[in-house]
Every structure is written in structure tokens, then in C-alpha cells.
């Protein structure tokens, strides 16, 4: 376990300076503003509990949900307990500022978080409260990490780049630049992000985009609701679809990760062989890289020496075949028959997504999902009424496949 840091102790973000000197207060800064935030989260959802529970909870699967078939609650229910926690703190927030009460007589019916501000509130909380609902769920990229102090994001949908300094410890030492992520920011000089967050790969970015400008036209600034529908729908068929298919960008082909493994009866003479060749480059004394003879910037198969045998590695099972091909004619007196071995991404990806991880593999995987798990974990209060958000209508939380 870490030592917590002393106030006269070096600064943990690298400036040389003393932490009481320099990130301490910014971090009591930030600790009142989580504590204000998820104290207003908190009562919004105590309110909704008591007064709106039946209507919140029809517009998690009505509105969030929407059109969703019942295999996709089997896959969820197969989450791991990190994209668990972050489905229903999504959900959520989404229902809460961007649900409405369908059950209202007015006209247009309310969004949750109207019918919360209209109640009595401490007014650090309203101003919180006010600041959430004008917080537009957007897609942003990662342009700059500054560690310890925050990020800097761009929207990615809008014609004109601009970049948006958000104020987040947790985050700037866990976003990379280039990461893609449909996100809230609140407030602004600086922003901070609201709690949710969607993480997207970059074909599913890209399916975002075209989605969002083949309905709406290319604009300077795309419609807000088209935007969140987008982004929600996409993440939601992220988590429960099939695997995305991962294809080689300089072949085509699916990659499935091949190992050729070889006994070699002579090893110098098969260094000597590889190391004569003009299409092979030597990494090391015993790493070796083929070469495209059309694209010399472009790897066929890498070669190296693990416990005595020789390791042949490619991308796809068209690549090992033509290196196993290869090596045959070169050295094949030199070498025995291959034990081979397949990772395909594609199962890697369902592992990652269905399996825990480390624990900070996700932004929203534990307390930094700060306006909803200050006391209770997300699926406590996904569903007011405690029924949850992560079922169909007519389940309970506690019903068949669901973690306690």
C-alpha cells in the first residue's frame, strides 16, 4: 500500500515543489466540488425515490433502452463487474438529465432533473444541479493530458476545433491523447466531466460520425439529441453486440494473431541464413523482422530465438502460412515441423469485456464515477425503487444472472 503523501513531501505530479506548495489545495479544490456534486446527485435521486420511482423507471427501459431485444439483457448480465458499475451509472445519468417523465400532464412532459430543481435545494446544489442539465452528452478526443492538474478534449462533431480544459486529477492520469469518449462537461474555465463516460474505439467513432451527419447534414453544430442518441445507441450495442471485426490494414484480412514455433537442429547455421537475406532485418542478436520486398516499411512476420527454438510471428493466417512457406525453403533442414498457436482478437475483446480487469482499466471503474457512487454503488440507484436499471421490465435486481 502507498504511503499517503506528506505536506512537505515532494509534489507526486513532478514539479519539484513541495505538495503543500503546489497540488494539495487544487486537490481540496476538487475534493469540495466532488463532495457538492455528489451531495446534489444524491438528494436529486432520494427525490426521485420517493416521488417519481414508477415514472424514472419506465423511462430507463422506454427511453434509454429503447428498442433493445432480450438477448441483449443476457449479455449484460455477463459483464464484468467494472462495465456493470459503469452500464448503470450511465444509464443512470442519462435518465436523470436527459429522461422525461412521460407520466406528466404537462406538455412538453418534464425532463427528471426540471422536476428535481423545482424543489427545495442548498444552493450550492442547485447551482450544481443547473449546471448538469445544460450539459450536453457530446464526443470528445483526448487532445493533451496535463498529469495531476487535467485534460484537454476537442468535439469532434463540430466543424471548428476548439479544445475544452477539463479539470479532473483521476482522469488526466488515466485518458491518453487520442482516446475517443462520449462524455458530459460541466460547467466551463474549467470544465469537469459529470461522471459518465462512453469509450469508443476508432471504427466505432467513425460509425458515430456517419451516422449522426447522414441523418442531419453536415452543420457546424449537429443537432444535441440526434448526438446523444448516437452516442448511446452505439455504446449499447458495443457492450452486448458480437466482437468487431478487426481486419489487417495492409492486407485486408481478419487478424488472427499466429505463433509458429520451431525446433532448430543448428542455430548458427540458421542465424547465418536469416542474416544473409536482403528482405530480413536484424533487430538484436536474436530478433529478426521480414520485410515486404514491395514495401519495405511494411513487416511480413517477426522472427526470434525463445528457449533454444525459433518463434515465428504474424498477423494474420495467410501471413504465418507464407512465412511458414518461407522458412521451409531458407533453413528447412535446419528446422523441425512447427507447433502453432491462434489468438483471435476478436475472443480477446469479448474477454476484456466480459472478464474483470485491472482496476483502473476504466475511467468509471470505481470511485472517480464520483456524482454516482458517493455512498451507494450505481445499480443501487440506477432504478429508483431499487429495481435497477440492468433488466428488462419486470425483473428484479436480484432475479437470475444478476451479481449481488
Known sequence: MS?????????????????????????????????????AV????????????????????EQYFA???????????????ELADMFESNAAEW???DGRDLASSESPAPRFIELVLRQPLAQDEREYLKLLAQARLDLYEVDETEPGEGVWMVPVLEEKRRRIRVQETSASHI??????????????????????MYPFEQPQYLEIRDRVFKQKGRSKRPDAEWVNRCIVDQ?????????PSILDASTGDPILLTTLLYRVHDWDELRRLLESQKDVAKEDEDAWVRLSPEDPDRPLCSLSRKSGNLEAFARTSALADEADDWLVELAGEWLGHPDVSIADPRQLWKERHHEPSSPHDDLMSNKR?????????????????RQGCGQPP????????RRG
Open 67 to 81: 428498442g433493445l431485444e432480450e438477448d441483449f439483457w443476457e449479455e449484460i448480465a455477463q459483464l464484468s463487474p
Open 3 to 39: 504511503r499517503k503523501t506528506g505536506r512537505n513531501d515532494p509534489c507526486p505530479c513532478g514539479s519539484g515543489k513541495k505538495y503543500k506548495r503546489c497540488c494539495l489545495n487544487k486537490e481540496r479544490s476538487q475534493q469540495r466540488q466532488r463532495l457538492i456534486s455528489g451531495r
Open 235 to 243: 455504446w449499447l450495442r458495443v457492450l452486448a453486440g458480437p466482437a
Open 42 to 61: 444524491e438528494r436529486a435521486f432520494d427525490w426521485i425515490d420517493q416521488h417519481r420511482s414508477k415514472a424514472f423507471h419506465a423511462a430507463l427501459h
Open 95 to 97: 435518465c436523470l438529465v
Open 394 to 401: 419486470g425483473r428484479s435486481s436480484s432475479g437470475p444472472g
Open 369 to 385: 464515477a464520483r456524482s454516482f457512487t458517493m455512498t451507494e454503488p450505481p445499480r443501487a440507484r440506477c432504478g429508483p425503487g
Open 175 to 196: 485518458l491518453q491523447p487520442g482516446d475517443i469518449v462520449g462524455a458530459r462537461l460541466v460547467g466551463a474555465d474549467p470544465a469537469v466531466f459529470s461522471g459518465a
